[in-house]
């Protein structure tokens, strides 16, 4: 059964470090989306691609924060500097082209808390 | 803004019984919506969908209802089973773009 993977699950640091999430894809899928859960807003759309280019990161803190896809079986979220205020569970999700009701596939997420 | 909302942050109800999870959107171009499924320390899984020119949808225990004029949507547990117990997201999109819309979600607790 295919899945999006996720890496790291965890990741405690502090203040001002370089934080740097990994999701790779289901194989053919060409739609990836990073979501940001938190209690208050549910799950936030941060940033998607489309056969890896960027599509919208609208949702994203553009000074802190950016996505990329170096391939296809990549895609990366770095925060840069971090903040107590970035700790959430971060989602990574893959799909097909959205034109018919083809559902996304979600890894099992990077809960981040910055100290 | 919110486009797709959730007013019901939780939801507590008896085996066997039946579950109604409650969804209101406010855009009116959204094409297709969707139930997620999420486990503690696990990612959203696909539950069921429906498209926009349907009322309803059913999938065993599931049953997704869209009212359109009413901007409104519910999924039905019929009969509850103590593994539903999950937060429960709707979302929602525009078949001609690729974003999909998350509402808060709903956590549902099925007891024994």
């Known amino acids: 059964d295919a899945r999006v993977t996720q890496t790291p699950r965890h990741k405690v640091t502090e203040m001002g470090q370089e934080v740097t999430m990994r999701c790779q894809p289901i194989?053919?899928?060409?739609?990836v989306f990073w979501y940001r859960q938190t209690m208050m807003q549910g799950l936030e759309l941060l940033a998607y691609f489309r056969n890896r280019a960027p599509l919208d990161d609208s949702g994203m803190p553009k000074d802190r924060f950016s996505a990329e896809m170096p391939d296809a079986t990549l895609a990366t979220l770095k925060i840069q500097p971090s903040e107590p205020r970035d700790s959430a569970v971060y989602f990574c999700a893959s799909g097909l082209v959205l034109g018919s009701n083809q559902p996304q596939h979600f890894g099992d997420g990077t809960r981040l808390s910055i100290l | 803004d919110q486009q797709v909302k959730q007013n019901s942050p939780s939801l507590s109800v008896q085996e066997g019984r039946i579950s109604i999870l409650n969804c209101d959107y406010t855009?009116?171009?959204?094409?297709?919506f969707l139930w997620y499924k999420k486990y503690p320390a696990e990612g959203p899984t696909f539950l069921i969908s429906i498209s926009s020119i349907k009322d309803k949808n059913e999938d065993g225990r599931f049953t997704v209802f869209l009212n359109k004029s009413a901007k409104h949507l519910s999924l039905h547990i019929v009969p509850s089973q103590p593994g539903d117990s999950a937060v429960y997201f709707c979302?929602?999109?525009?078949?001609?773009?690729?974003?999909?819309?998350f509402g808060p979600g709903t956590s549902l607790s099925v007891i024994p």
């Open positions: 194989l053919g899928h060409n739609t």
């Open positions: 979302a929602a999109l525009r078949t001609s773009y690729d974003k999909v819309i």
């Open positions: 855009n009116s171009m959204f094409d297709y």
